[in-house]
């Protein structure tokens, strides 16, 4: 009971974050569009972006959690400060190195930035401003890490949103004194989007710490604590690489994006508006299936082959389909009027919003994939396949990269989409061969009619909503309020036939 309490609550905040998440992104998009400042900051905050997700998220907790001794309140105060040192100092250093070769880093991120000095030059100066948040994400990340391994989730979970109420309090200031300017504020608009990443770090890091159960001045650290710290540090390593792999290949699809004017930041917005269930699928994941499936794997199997685990995991990937299944349907039908409704507005003009349709309406197709992909991953790391996650990653991201980058020329923005699409796919498979080798993914005839069910109410839906984006696609066009109602009875009916085609398909139960 107490498992689904904090499940629960992980995931009510995570809504909440992300939903605080678009409103930030909604604000940027207002006032810059999907020009030169908007693709400059995107490239630049994209590793502080990156590392405030992964550590401050709770990455950590699979490299640090493991190698702690159980302890009621988490580990002796003298071994939480060692920890918070040693990751800070080394992200100190890792930030230090970015900074100082920041215009080659930008380069390998956006080479498509080389032929205009303008997006070049802002990208480095918001990448080298916000790498002052490499070193708060660190530390936020070892502090959620030690404050849930004494039993308390809600600050960690919230602590995300708090950062994302600080980046909006920063752009809101600059929005405030920028208010009917027409200076070019270029390079002061990306120094207050970089220092709004830091301030976001720096709120996450606060959160977390105010729920640390240790005095600060029991934290200081002696020799003995330090030399148990370190292999935590060299551990943590290959833990974080493969929990940032699926990402990294979002920093591929930019590179390749970075070629069109207001593509990269484009890409960006269309992702965001992926990744919103996608990490609902990610925090259930990590929440409840993780130590499920890690405790049912010891006590019935030590080698993980459990019937309750393959049932567990079965249910797992017949929930993810059901939920993006639809939704994947649903945004790549309705691209066009989404991303006016929510983001057409100041200088995110009719041009901007046609550029990210195209990149969403070929993106959405990846969202099934890759939270299936999410949940088999979460297995593997859940019986020690580590390995199996980071080989699959790296093979998906190269075909990825290929894809994408290939496909950039003829399909414009669509190419890098659908090399996150490929990637997505080589993922996904390479992760069902390698669980089912070792006898850890087994579906029964159950699981795969359940499948086949979402797969089959999805196309229901998507009939009747392109049927209904045909015959309204005049009221659909024109935006404002009427646009805006009518794109909402379209996803109401979208969700009414799904609901009736998954009753009818027994995915619901009925009463």
């Known amino acids: 009971m107490s498992l689904l309490r904090h499940a629960s609550t992980v995931v009510s905040l995570t809504l909440l974050s992300r939903g605080l998440g678009f409103a930030r992104d ?6 810059f569009g999907t020009g030169a400042v908007a693709d400059a900051s995107v490239a630049g905050l994209a590793i502080p972006q990156l590392a405030r997700r992964l550590l401050g998220e709770g990455a950590l907790n699979a490299a640090i959690l493991p190698r702690l001794p159980a302890a ?7 071994l939480a400060g060692a920890l918070i040192l040693v990751f800070t100092l080394a992200a100190v250093l890792i930030a230090a190195l970015l900074a100082l070769f920041m215009p080659q880093v930008t380069a390998l991120l956006a080479p498509g930035f080389l032929d205009d000095p303008a997006r070049a030059e802002g990208a480095v100066l918001a990448g080298r401003i916000a790498m002052l948040a490499l070193p708060l994400a660190a530390g936020a990340g070892v502090l959620a890490a030690l404050v849930n391994a004494a039993g308390r ?45 830091v301030a976001g770090a720096l709120a996450q890091a606060m959160v977390i710490g105010a729920a640390l159960p240790h005095r600060p ?3 200081l650290p002696d020799r003995a604590a330090l030399k148990a710290a370190l292999p935590v540090l060299i551990a943590a390593g290959p833990t974080l690489f493969a929990a940032a792999l699926p990402q990294l290949r979002i920093l591929v699809a930019n590179a390749g994006a970075s070629e069109l004017e207001g593509g990269v ?8 508006l992926v990744e919103l269930p996608l990490g609902l699928v990610g925090a259930s994941a990590g929440a409840v299936l993780l130590p499920a499936l890690a405790a049912h794997g010891r006590a019935e199997d030590p080698a993980g082959h459990s019937p309750r685990g393959h ?25 066009e009027p989404i991303v006016r409704v929510l983001f057409q507005r100041g200088a995110f003009d009719a041009a901007a919003a046609a550029l990210t349709a195209e990149a969403l309406a070929m993106l959405a197709l990846s969202l099934p994939l890759q939270a299936m992909e999410r949940i088999l991953s979460t297995a593997a790391f859940a019986q020690g396949l580590g390995r199996l996650v980071t080989r699959t990653s790296v093979a998906a991201l190269l075909a990825g990269g290929g894809i994408g980058f290939a496909a950039a020329g003829p399909l414009g923005l669509a190419g890098p989409a659908l090399g996150v699409v490929a990637s997505s796919l080589v993922a996904l498979a390479g992760l069902w061969v390698g669980l089912a080798r070792a006898g850890l993914l087994r579906l029964g005839g ?30 659909l066009a024109a935006g404002g309020l009427h646009g805006t109602l009518t794109l909402g009875l379209l996803v109401l009916a979208g969700i009414a036939v799904y609901g009736l085609a998954a009753r009818s398909l027994g995915l619901l139960p009925r009463r």
């Open 72 to 78: 009621s309140a988490g580990p002796a105060p003298r």
């Open 153 to 197: 989730v809600t600050r960690p979970a919230f602590a995300p949103a708090a950062g994302n109420l600080a980046v909006l309090a920063v752009i809101g200031a600059f929005a405030f004194f920028h208010a009917g300017t027409a200076e070019d504020v270029g390079s002061r608009a990306l120094a207050f989007l970089a220092v709004a990443t």
């Open 26 to 31: 909604a604000a940027v998009a207002a006032l």
């Open 217 to 219: 001045g029991t934290l």
């Open 311 to 335: 049932k567990l995991l079965g249910d797992a990937l017949v929930a993810a389909l059901a939920l993006t299944a639809p939704a994947a349907a649903g945004l790549a039908l309705l691209a």
């Open 446 to 475: 159950g699981e795969w009619r359940l499948l086949a069910g979402c797969l089959l109410a999805t196309l229901a839906m998507a009939v009747m909503v392109g049927l209904g984006a045909h015959l309204l696609a005049a009221p």
């Open 265 to 272: 930041s484009a890409l960006f917005y269309a992702t965001r």
